[in-house]
């Protein structure tokens, strides 16, 4: 047999064989999923963070969640400030926008 990964066996192993680490003849177990896990207030689902109104949304979610205990204080503060950077970038981002096409119009 060449080198590479073993093939599985040909005689009627159900779960492998003695070579494997299992016995022939032992019934396969379905491993049990993991229950689904529910979505937490400013979790879950991808947000769609691209413009001020829907990064301020998001703030307000987090805040209410944090004041009626859904999320953990610590947890919503360093998810407000990662919150605000994403403002600010986008407000860097608008501004350069702006400037560069003030500096079109001038012919710069």
């Given at each position: ?20 680490g299992e ?40 805040y209410r ?14 998810l407000i ?28």
């Amino acid at each position: 047999m060449a080198q590479g990964w073993q093939q599985y066996p040909a005689h009627g192993a159900t779960n492998g064989n003695a070579d494997w680490g299992e016995p022939a003849g032992k019934a396969a177990v379905a491993a049990d999923p993991l229950p689904p896990a529910k979505a937490k207030a400013g979790e879950g689902k991808r947000l769609r963070l691209e413009n001020g109104a829907q990064i301020r949304r998001e703030m307000v979610k987090v805040y209410r969640g944090m004041k009626v205990g859904a999320i953990d204080t610590s947890k919503g503060s360093k998810l407000i400030y990662a919150l605000t950077e994403l403002s600010r970038a986008l407000e860097r981002e608008t501004v350069e926008k702006l400037t560069e096409r003030l500096d079109e119009v001038e012919g710069k």
